[in-house]
């Protein structure tokens, strides 16, 4: 574990593309508080031990054995003199977690292997090399994906998992002494080889450009933490991966380079929550180079016009590491920085402690409506592949149907899955949906993302891997129904029942309704009685703990966020979604009460009587003096205009558009019109299982049978998290069936009125 310190590389040369914001040391309390944090990190066990550090480092030893055989082999095969088969070399390189720093025990190892140009990835990486672990017995679960857009061979050896890539280099003979780090080793490098070395160069680039790699690291291993408890660690589920959350942090070390982590840890929240996306962070500037790869730019390249959370990579080819970040996934981060930031806030007054900032969010307890897809498979193999298929294809669900329904539904992906114990080779996913926040209800509007729902499972089973016994679910459920087995332990958490609940004020309920294919209605009853409010703020609903809502995108605040939910449906339908509001028509607000001072100057909007928050206990005895307060409120504001001064740079003109071409836009899609009615089948159920063989609606026309939405599979480069390596571009299977099939009753939302709760 790091140890508090005050020395650092920061000898007056300015590193980032800005004047620091602060080049200010830690006081005492900054000491103690570093201190703090170091010590809850260790007991969260985010360290490895000793024996498993030396066992790591002998399994990357043996490794680098094994690929130097590896290429002599292949250098002999290949007809090549005796000489230059015993010159013949290659070398293990790590990146990633392992490489800066920061990983915890049982993490992988990000490992790259770079080769000469006679050594083929196709034919000898994923071929001799592949045959010759595959034949070790200290080597287990070897999984080679030689078509993933980084090409991976991932295997355990001695149980250390390992992720390693190949680079093909235009060297007849590999030096010991290879640096990675020039430009020059791209010198006519396949696609494949930039992408694998990107990783890298840069996290070698990244521990250049910190000040002081201590603070860095172990503010890192807070950041890492505190997103994995807050949900929002996923590069493929539309949030930030590991190598983001790096860069981001590498950019707080930048302005405020004699900073210790509680520091930044705080000024991490606070630059974030100011930020103003699509701005971009850099580290540095970005260099044209002089091997003519296209790098990011907004301004020249209409596709980098369409991210919406930009973090470039400082290694050239400059590149936008969070490609992935969509509209929901960037309101849901935004909130999360603004919670964490009130806080920290709260901290520096001895009104919360570290606990609160790593309470876990409380997923399956903030929606009322959950979307639950189902995969199974014939074995673990073809499980392992299903999953990563289907995985990296769930980010397109979510945003066509946003797109589908002009963004007034929006899905919240849980960014990790689950498995049922009972059921052989099964995995499962959740999203939560609501509504909008603060957009007026009309009567009777519809939103029809049957089609969405069925293009989505048409384009999964376009994988060209797919094997019978590959099936996919996607079924509504309510909050209630969530399966014990994705709570901890498969125990489902009680829900305290209120006194009187039961009771229902006539004046205060809302009838919905839900059209399905039989002639019939489902009648809902919402309750906004005072008991039903008491109810739901004791249950958790109203987030009277910190961030159990989301706010909006638009405005960060703390204040305005009302609690969205459905009318209850039967399970095999899809219900309407509204907002909750109180019987004044106000929208409840975000609680800012951070502790038992009831004197101090937070909101407390959403208790009543006085009564405070009895879900947070801060347990912190440290207070700042009064003068390092005042002088951390006097700073706020420059700090501020500092902030704002960064934002002014060669890129705030950078335009977002409200769709993502290369993704989402192709011939069916720009002329889809979303259905509002229409005869249906009637057998009344929700969504059938599927094989996924590329079920299609009858509404498609007959020469978009059998054809899946054209996405583009243009990824940035190569990052040490660009998962799933499974990742594939689609290709039609032979077997896929493109005759019609039977038509299927899909998804419909009725958004019903809540004029008499909205007033």
């Known amino acids: 574990m790091a140890t508090v310190g005050f020395s650092n590389r920061n000898t007056g040369q300015r590193l980032g593309i800005t004047e620091p914001i602060s080049l200010g040391g830690p006081t005492e309390y900054d000491v103690i508080k570093t201190r703090e944090l170091e010590k809850y990190l260790a007991d969260a066990e985010l360290y490895e031990s ?3 550090a030396v066992i790591r480092e ?9 690929v130097k055989i590896w290429v002599k082999t292949t250098s002999r095969a290949k007809g090549l003199n005796e000489q230059l088969v015993q010159e013949a070399n290659a070398k293990i390189f790590t990146s990633g977690s392992y490489r800066l720093g920061v990983h915890g025990p049982g993490a992988d190892i990000d490992t790259l292997c770079v080769g000469p140009r006679h050594a083929t990835r196709e034919e000898d990486f994923f071929g001799e090399l592949q045959r010759m672990l595959a034949e070790m017995p200290e080597v287990t679960e070897l999984h080679p994906v030689p078509d993933a857009y980084v090409p991976v061979m991932k295997f355990k050896f001695n149980g250390v998992s390992i992720d390693l890539l190949y680079a093909k280099l235009s060297l007849w003979v590999i ?20 992408r694998s070395l990107n990783g890298c160069r840069v996290t070698d680039q990244i521990l250049r450009l910190v000040p002081n790699i201590q603070s860095f690291r172990t503010t890192l291993r807070c950041m890492r933490f505190w997103a994995k408890r807050r949900g929002v660690y996923s590069n493929v589920a539309g949030f930030l991966g590991g190598i983001n959350w790096a860069l981001l942090v590498a950019r707080i070390c930048q ?9 930044l840890v705080s000024r991490f929240f606070r630059v974030y929550t100011q930020w103003r996306w699509p701005n971009p962070v850099l580290l540095c500037a970005i260099e044209e180079g002089s091997l003519g790869l296209p790098v990011w730019d907004p301004r020249r390249n209409p596709k980098d016009r369409f991210h919406l959370m930009p973090i470039i990579t400082p290694a050239y080819p400059c590149m936008n590491s969070s490609y992935n970040v969509s509209s929901s996934t960037l309101r849901i981060m935004t909130d999360e920085f ?8 709260a901290m520096e007054m001895n009104k919360a402690d570290w606990n609160t900032l790593f309470e876990p969010y409380p997923f399956f307890d903030s929606y009322k409506n959950y979307l639950q897809i189902d995969i199974t498979a ?10 990563g298929w289907v995985e990296s294809r769930l980010r397109q669900l979510i945003l066509k149907i946003e797109r589908h329904t002009y963004n007034m539904l929006q899905c919240h992906p849980h960014p990790r899955d689950y498995s049922d114990k009972s059921r052989p080779f099964h995995c499962c996913y959740f999203m939560g949906l609501q509504r909008k926040q603060g957009v007026p209800v009309n009567e009777g509007e519809q939103f029809d993302i049957r089609l969405t729902v069925e293009e989505f499972k048409h384009s999964v089973g376009l994988y060209s891997l797919w094997k019978p016994g590959m099936e996919i679910t996607v079924t509504h459920i309510k909050r209630k129904n969530v399966p014990n087995f994705a709570f901890p332990g498969g125990v489902r958490p009680s829900r305290p029942k209120i006194a009187g609940e039961s009771k229902r004020n006539p004046e205060q309920k809302v009838s919905g309704s839900f059209e399905v294919d039989k002639p019939c209605e489902t009648k809902t009853v919402m309750d906004t009685t005072e008991n039903e409010r008491k109810r739901k703020r004791e249950n958790g609903d109203l987030g009277a703990n910190f961030g159990n809502t989301r706010s909006s995108p638009a405005a960060p605040s703390s204040s305005g966020v009302p609690l969205e939910s459905f009318p209850s449906v039967s399970s095999d339908t899809m219900s309407a979604v509204g907002d909750e509001r109180n019987a004044s028509g106000e929208t409840r607000k975000r609680v800012k009460n951070y502790g038992h001072d009831s004197t101090n100057s937070f909101q407390k909007n959403s208790l009543q009587n006085g009564e405070l928050d009895r879900h947070v206990i801060f347990t912190s005895p440290i207070r700042p003096s009064s003068t390092a307060t005042a002088a951390s409120n006097s700073s706020k504001e420059a700090e501020k205009l500092a902030i704002e001064k960064i934002m002014s740079g060669p890129y705030n003109a950078h335009q977002v558009f409200p769709e993502e071409p290369d993704e989402l836009v192709d011939e069916f899609y720009k002329n889809q019109v979303i259905i509002v009615g229409g005869n249906n089948n009637t057998d009344g159920s929700f969504m059938e299982s599927s094989t996924a063989k590329g079920a299609v ?32 571009p689609p290709s039609s299977r032979g077997n896929t069936s493109t005759s019609t099939p039977q038509r299927k009753p899909l998804i419909r939302l009725n958004f019903t009125s809540l004029a008499k709760n909205n007033g």
């Open 50 to 52: 000793q024996e498993e």
């Open 58 to 66: 002998e399994v990357l030893g043996r490794l680098d054995q094994i």
């Open 175 to 194: 030096p010991e002494d290879l640096d990675i780090s020039q430009d020059s080793i791209l010198q006519n490098a396949d696609e494949q080889t930039v």
């Open 255 to 263: 302005l405020y380079p004699n900073a210790l982590p509680n520091m």
């Open 338 to 345: 603004q919670r964490a930031n009130e806080i920290c806030e």
């Open 378 to 387: 014939e074995n673990a193999d073809d499980l392992m592949n299903w999953k």
């Open 697 to 728: 609606s009858q509404t498609m026309t007959s020469t978009e049978k059998g054809v899946g939405p054209n996405i583009s599979m243009n990824q940035p480069w190569g990052m040490d998290e660009l998962e799933p390596a499974e990742l594939m």
